[in-house]
């Protein structure tokens, strides 16, 4: 394994963050692969509407090709801790990239089968390989200081924001000049290039399967996912995210919902950017600043404050105050997940440091499926303010059920 980089004499910056051994290739890598992940669900999307002319076939694809790929990260995860990056992610891309372009060869003319396409896309799903977390595994392997850590974790997650900011907008351009299928065939080329590009990094190189034993307080990890979330600090960031998760899955729906009632349905877009610009704010400034309090003093804090900003997002007079609200809101979104992640890091030993950002990538994502479905069904019959209230509920409650918790353990449950 790459020996770490050494503690910095002075407060560390970004800038010595990418100045680590191998770091800017190896992130830059990731970078390519992950923004696949950007582009392909829009095209997918897309795709699949012009081939078969139907919607409900559209969002029943996606439903499948969300659920096996959210739902079996942390197995996937887990084969990555087990055997090493290197011997199970080319794999896995290659697998990955070869349904995809299946994918756009049979959505590319219209009239493709829709149980095929189901197939393909729960395959696809299946074997999507986690960048993500193996990206942030490996900046726990090549940073030593943890405030560095800190802003390689605040960086990582600005970067992956940035990309599902920009992926649809490729996919517009492509479009404009080609069918939707070929948004489908980039994304594969790019999870194969950036994949390969990965692996071959130094940093990657040096990493075999790391050993399975040893946490943060000494003691054996279990490979078993449900044993795993008995460790208290993994399965307090778990709660937490899955909160912000379903949060975030609201008011995706409740800008749509906020913005229809007032007849100004165009400004949705200008709110969902508020949120991913004030994320990446509160992203960078919260990795630049040297916080006394712990991850777990901050993370329910985190989380408090995006719920309050939700209920002010429902008070909103007008969509220029929810523009503004919201930017808000995004604040506190990038802290939270930087710090989940971190607490996550800390909590496991080397050998299952990558399954346990699994878990926390696993919760944010299944956290907003069900937001999305909970409020779809409370929209129709409240008032967007009442919607907005609920959908801070969860993340509140979770804050106050972290905070009044026991204080953190590195052992594991063995109920």
């Not at 996919?171 to 994304?187: H, M, R, T, Y």
């Not at 460790?231 to 912000?244: D, F, M, P, S, Y």
Request: net charge positive; aromatic share 6%.
């Amino acid at each position: 394994m790459l020996s770490p980089s050494p503690v910095p004499t002075r407060t560390p910056s970004y800038a010595t963050v990418l100045r680590t051994p191998h770091a800017t290739r190896t992130f830059g890598a990731a970078l390519l692969g992950r923004l696949s992940y950007g582009m392909v669900s829009l095209s997918l999307m897309l795709a699949v509407n012009a081939s078969t002319g139907s919607y409900s076939v559209a969002g029943a694809v996606m439903a499948v090709f969300g659920a096996t790929s959210v739902f079996l990260s942390p197995a996937r995860a887990a084969l990555i801790d087990r055997y090493g990056p290197r011997r199970v992610l080319p794999p896995l891309a290659g697998l990955y990239a070869a349904l995809l372009a299946a994918l756009a060869y049979a959505t590319w003319r219209p009239g493709a089968p829709a149980f095929l396409l189901g197939v393909l896309t729960a395959a696809a799903g299946a074997s999507t390989p986690p960048l993500g977390p193996v990206m942030r595994t490996l900046w726990s392997d090549l940073v030593a200081d943890r405030e560095l850590l800190r802003r390689a974790y605040s960086l990582d997650g600005v970067a992956e924001e940035l990309l599902f900011v920009s992926g649809p907008l490729l996919v517009g351009l492509v479009v404009k000049s080609a069918p939707p299928a070929a948004g489908v065939a980039i994304s594969a080329a790019l999870i194969l290039v950036g994949t390969l590009a990965l692996v071959s990094s130094p940093a990657v190189r040096g990493r075999g399967a790391a050993p399975s034993e040893g946490t943060a307080a000494g003691t054996d990890v279990p490979p078993s996912g449900r044993r795993l979330l008995g460790i208290v600090g993994l399965r307090r960031a778990v709660l937490v995210t899955a909160a912000v998760g379903l949060c975030l899955g609201g008011l995706d729906l409740l800008v749509v919902a906020f913005t229809e009632q007032r007849h100004q349905s165009g400004a949705v877009s200008w709110v969902l950017a508020a949120l991913s610009a004030g994320s990446a704010v509160g992203g960078l400034a919260y990795g630049a600043v040297s916080w006394r309090a712990s991850n777990r003093v901050r993370l329910p804090l985190l989380a408090v404050g995006l719920g309050a900003t939700m209920v002010g997002a429902g008070l909103s007079p007008n969509v220029y105050v929810l523009v503004v609200v919201t930017a808000v809101a995004g604040l506190f979104i990038a802290p939270a997940l930087t710090t989940a992640y971190l607490i996550a890091d800390e909590s496991v030993g080397a050998g299952s440091r990558t399954q346990a950002g699994a878990w926390v990538n696993t919760a944010v994502n299944a956290g907003s499926s069900v937001g999305v479905a909970v409020v779809g069904l409370l929209v129709d019959h409240l008032s967007p303010a009442v919607c907005f209230a609920v959908a801070a509920v969860p993340a509140l409650l979770c804050a106050a059920v972290v905070t009044r918790g026991p204080a953190d353990g590195g052992t594991v449950s063995r109920s």
